[in-house]
């Protein structure tokens, strides 16, 4: 069984961003609540969308204090400026944070159960107001994912799942990007890497999801290291094109232990998720390998592997040129390098089972097992 359910459209293309006035006329809304964080606004990457929508004469009002990894107060703020100033529609500009806090406060606005209380798998029963979303990062893809993150009062990261949060219009404009540095191409563009490798290798089967994974991570391996090294556009434009692409791929099919593992990482030890993910990943796919072979040898020929013989070697071969991808592109060796306690590990272990992500993982795993992937991770062994 599958399901094939995208109700998004996508626009992609430079300045995409600046029809944002007309999309926002076309839904008929007339004052739109921006969601998005200092980083962004001081990249100023909200003054042409501001005066698209000035333009075409929809009233917007700026929520600005997404936080990173948005917790419940976050969300519930926004929700409250919304209805303080009357909103009628919601644009996301930013990263995942600043997305998911739109998305959170949406579902909060149309819907009375506390944010918490919506999380899993359908428990959002209203539609939002009319969402946009404007990616600034390469990563999370969350402009066409049907899930939001809020982290609760217990450092927990809570996913929310339901088709009623995919954005109405996800608008790609890769000259958003150019502002990014170097370190955050590189992260939130391993996040989209993670995204694409779990989505094809679990154990749910969903072709269209496996098409978008594979072309996802052919796309990466080869635009990641220059648009890493700045100042090519054409680059920054595959690897919004791809993550955008395995957002829907996991939109379909799901995630695996990476996530179930590097969301207790960013909860408790404030670890960014692209970071998180990318030490995490080669870890845990060497780990699974024997779980999915034939998976792990389509992740390497997509990263451009070649004349290995036989599934496994070739596989193995996948492994080796992650480890390769983040050591060329900065990213940190290990959860010592980024200042993870280990004292923080058996709370992270229990919570790494509180993710619904560890029974489609590939390969069946352990308490044991997890303990032992986040020491390895740790140690950078
Ligand atoms: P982020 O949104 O937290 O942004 C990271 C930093 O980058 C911020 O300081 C921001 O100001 C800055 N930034 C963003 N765009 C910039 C630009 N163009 N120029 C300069 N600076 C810029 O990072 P992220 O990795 O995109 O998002 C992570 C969040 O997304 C986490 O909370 C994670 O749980 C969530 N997430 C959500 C989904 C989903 O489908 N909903 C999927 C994966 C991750």
Redesign the pocket.
């Known amino acids: 069984m599958s399901s094939i359910h995208l109700p998004v459209r996508i626009e992609f293309g430079l300045d995409s961003s600046i029809t944002i006035g007309s999309e926002f006329r076309s839904l008929k809304c007339s004052k739109v609540m921006v969601v998005s ?4 606004i001081n ?1 100023g ?1 909200l003054d042409k969308i501001l005066k698209s929508l000035a333009d075409a004469k929809v009233e917007s009002v700026l929520y600005d204090n997404v936080v ?3 917790d419940v107060k976050c969300v519930e703020q926004a929700r409250d400026f919304y209805i303080s100033e009357r909103c009628d529609g919601i644009l996301a500009v ?7 806090t739109a ?1 959170a406060a949406g579902a909060l606005i149309t819907n009375s159960e506390p944010i918490v209380s919506m999380g899993g798998m359908g428990k959002v029963k209203n539609p939002l107001p009319p969402l946009i979303a404007i990616p ?2 390469c ?4 402009e066409v ?1 049907n ?3 809020v982290t609760d009062e217990y450092h927990f ?1 809570v996913p929310i799942i339901s088709p009623y949060l995919i954005p109405k219009v996800a608008v790609l404009d890769p000259n ?2 150019t ?3 170097p370190s ?1 191409v590189a ?2 563009g391993m ?1 989209a890497l993670t995204h694409a490798i779990e989505a094809l290798t679990n154990k749910l089967e969903n072709w269209y999801a496996d098409m978008c994974a594979i072309k996802a991570i052919e796309m990466i391996g080869k635009a990641i290291r220059p648009a890493a090294a700045g100042g090519n556009v054409k680059a920054l434009s595959e690897m919004l094109y791809a993550s955008t692409l395995a ?1 829907i791929s996991f939109t379909l099919s799901r995630l695996g232990l990476v996530h179930a593992m590097s969301h207790p990482i ?1 909860g408790f030890a404030g670890v ?3 970071v998180a993910n990318a030490i995490l990943l080669p870890y845990v796919m060497s780990f699974n390998l024997v779980g999915n072979p034939e998976g792990y040898a389509l992740v390497a020929k997509a990263l451009g592997i070649v004349g290995r013989s036989g599934v496994l070697e070739t596989a193995k071969a996948g492994v080796e040129e992650v480890i390769g991808l983040n050591h060329q592109l900065g990213i940190p060796k290990s959860f010592k390098d980024v200042g993870v306690k280990e004292n923080l590990f058996p709370q992270m272990i229990t919570d790494t089972f509180k993710s619904g992500n560890v029974a489609i993982n590939p390969r069946r795993v352990s308490e044991k097992d997890v303990e032992i992937i986040y020491q390895a991770s740790f140690a950078g062994d």
């Open positions: 964080d200092k980083g962004v990249a990457l990173p990894d948005p930013g990263g995942g944070s600043s997305i998911d998305k600034t990062t990563g999370t893809g969350s994912t899930v939001t993150v990261k958003l990007l502002s990014l540095p955050l992260a939130t996040d957002g960013s960014p998720h692209g």
